[in-house]
């Protein structure tokens, strides 16, 4: 019993339907830890972590440039950008605000780097739910292709001040 | 009937070595109940440890009423910096001071009382216990000051005043010390033969637990220094992944501290509640191993969406690895029901399937808060969490309402609820107090469970939805775009307000009635406990 020292020669095999449930549940586990390389390959959607360091002055410069070359207007006192199809584009999570807002082509692959100037936030797009943690000094690295077009909400959902839930970013996605 | 029976009391046929045990005169009494040695200085300490425990869940539990009000959209209770506030409150006093003063004090039970030993040190243990109680009230302090608004979890460079930090550090070296204090015991139990053989199921199952801790506590110790210091500015930020890679080995595993725990408590409670005995002692234990073993690299699906980590370690970590730990939970998940089964069919309760499901003495407090907690982790904690913990599907979770959902699944409606089923024990057999209201203590565990099963699925489905989790306003108020959720998981929310209202009376009941029986409970000193 569970209170008291075992008899001994209680290491023994288990028999059974206990030796039978062992079975069926290793089996499974072994199938679910298959499943996650296979997932990884077959799969479209992974998060594969591309990180680059980056100190966040350098990355608010890189996003400065961005902005000039690719503005095409204004959306809620926000600059928006058109980048070309296939290029490197930016985005810049800051306390409260994700800068700029992306007008991107539906069906277009691009290589979007997203980092924070200042805490930890994280980038989660809305109606996909889709997310992906973000860090001061780390430019990560998404490859996207829109294949909706379509207006899109970032909210933040990593806690980062009295003003997170005001951190709301847009993409738009157009045919 | 007023006395509990115990199936299986200590046979004649396996006396421990040195019955006596290695106790100094006058220092031990026999248990009125179930005749088990008792140290007295650990009774003390053990006595201190559930008090604060308990305390400290009650700090936790009105937070819990505030932010389930807050999360509730048609009420929206708390302002916002208050709301943030109370979370940093409610994670830390629930997670780490509620659960851990409560293992601090099983540990102590177990060294002494299972093992037939006394307590390796007195002073350790008030060391322990003043160092815990200390960094306990100093991050209190700190939090409801306003001076740490960062979360449990206090993510660089979000920065608290050094005082923050050094509650946590002193809260964790004094944990280490109670843990030392354990495995100080376990030694002399061991030198001076207080037992024959190998340490009872329950007791290797808390060693599982304490070493886990230990390793647990150097992460903590690894993470929480160079911020102490850094919010000192003796050193420059520590960085932000690196600090998440190791909070993690500190954060995740300590939830492994809890599943030991909580298991050894469910072994314990099947015993005493219905006599159930495990079919084979080697299997039980070798799946406490592997929780040792495997569970440390499971802490890396905190970071499946992280920048940094890359993909190889990502799958590894979290596929290959954590289901050997996921292995360990479904076998206890079985052995344990297996157990009860067979306990209940020797005394008669045979007929069909799950006759002896039915004729489980579902009136007993213990067992109920024990079974529930038992369902509740197994089914919906443990589903969504290997669900959570897939590459993929972490993409659609991550930081949402999912998460919250899935732990209060386990460590709410595990883990805590059976720390309940056991204080249902601990006061008639430790405090030597009965509990008043009997009826009431009998509907609790079914009303918290309820609570918390609510609250935690409709978590989920908000969570699923996009709701994002630790956010203070689903309408995004003053933002520039509103993503306007769907109605369904404004829904949702209300329901996670209604789980949490429910949860929280189920709680403050058990809260109420404990302390209520631990001061002004009837006394049954010199008689057995009544039987619930
Ligand atoms: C009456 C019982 C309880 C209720 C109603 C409740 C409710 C809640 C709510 C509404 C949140 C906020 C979720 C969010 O907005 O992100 C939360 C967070 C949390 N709860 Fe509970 N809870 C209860 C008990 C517990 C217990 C017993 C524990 C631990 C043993 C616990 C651990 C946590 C943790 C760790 C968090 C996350 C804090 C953070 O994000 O930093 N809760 N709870
Ligand atoms: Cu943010
Ligand atoms: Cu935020």
Redesign the interface.
Known sequence: ????????G??????G??RL??GL??A???V??L???F??LR?K???????YRVKPADFAARVARFVDANKVGE????TVVAPAPGTDIYLQAQMW?WYPVLKLKKDQTYRLHVSSL???H?L?L??M?????????????LTVTPTMAGEY?I????????????????IIVEE | MSTIAIAGTPQASEPPANVAGNHPAGAVRKCDTTGLPVCKTAERYVKLNAVMAVVFLLVGGVSALLLGLTRWPSVHLLPVDWFYRILTAHGLNMLIFWIIFMEVAILYFVGTTLLNSRLASKALAFTSFAMMLTGALLVNAMVFTGRADVMMTSYVPLRAHPGFYLGVILFAVGTLIGVINFFATVYIAKRDHTYEGSVPLVAFGAIAAAIIAVVTLLHGAIVMIPAFLWSLDLIGQPDAAWYRLVWWGLGHQSQQINVAAMVSVWYFLAHITTGAKPLNQAVCRGAFVLYILFINIASAHHLLVDPGVGATWKIWNTSYAMYLAVLASMIHGFTVPASVELAMRKKGFDKGLFGWLFAAPWRNPGFSAFFLSLVIFGFLGGITGVTLGTQQINIIAHNTLRIPGHFHTTVVGGTSLAFMGLCYYVVPLVFRREYAWRGLVRVQPYVFAAGITLMALAMSFAGSYGVPRRHWDIEFSGAPFSPGFDAAAHFMMGLVGVGAVVAFIGLLVFILLTVHAVFLGRSNEGRAMTAW
């Open positions: 019993m569970s209170l008291t020292v075992p008899e001994k209680w290491f023994k095999a288990p028999t339907s206990e449930w062992i549940a290793l499974w586990c072994m679910l830890t499943m996650m390389p997932w990884h799969g959607q992974n998060s594969t972590g591309e990180a959306l809620a006192g926000i605000r200042d805490l930890q994280s989660s809305q109606p739910n889709m997310n992906f943690q973000i860090l001061p000094g780390y430019d990560h690295v909400s909210i933040c959902n990593e806690f980062c001040g009295i003003g997170h839930h005001m951190m709301v970013g847009r």
